[in-house]
């Protein structure tokens, strides 16, 4: 993932469009005052969303299925797992 300021990304949009999709690497765009954003394509963007969604519906349904674990105790498996 590379990082450009705004003045670069104005001058070089065309072409850092084109990485972007053909590439399928993300670009972050910085300005002066500390505000970032990041591009990518709209392809990995869907992608992304879909993959999300779907993780959301699962957990949902494991949640309704009563198929998850206390927070506590998923923290002392998750501190039994480093001591072993």
């Known amino acids: 993932m590379q990082a450009v300021n705004y003045t670069t990304a104005r ?43 779907h993780d959301a519906q699962e957990a949902k349904a494991q949640i309704e299925r009563g198929d998850f674990v206390a927070i506590d105790e998923a923290f002392e498996a998750a501190k039994r797992s480093y001591r072993d």
Do not use: G
Not at 31 to 52: C, G, I, P
């Open 11 to 53: 001058n070089n949009l065309k072409a850092l469009i084109d990485e972007v999709c053909d590439k399928h690497e993300e670009v972050i765009i910085t300005t002066k005052n500390d505000k970032s954003v990041v591009m990518v394509s709209l392809d990995e963007y869907n992608r992304t969303h879909a993959q999300l969604r």
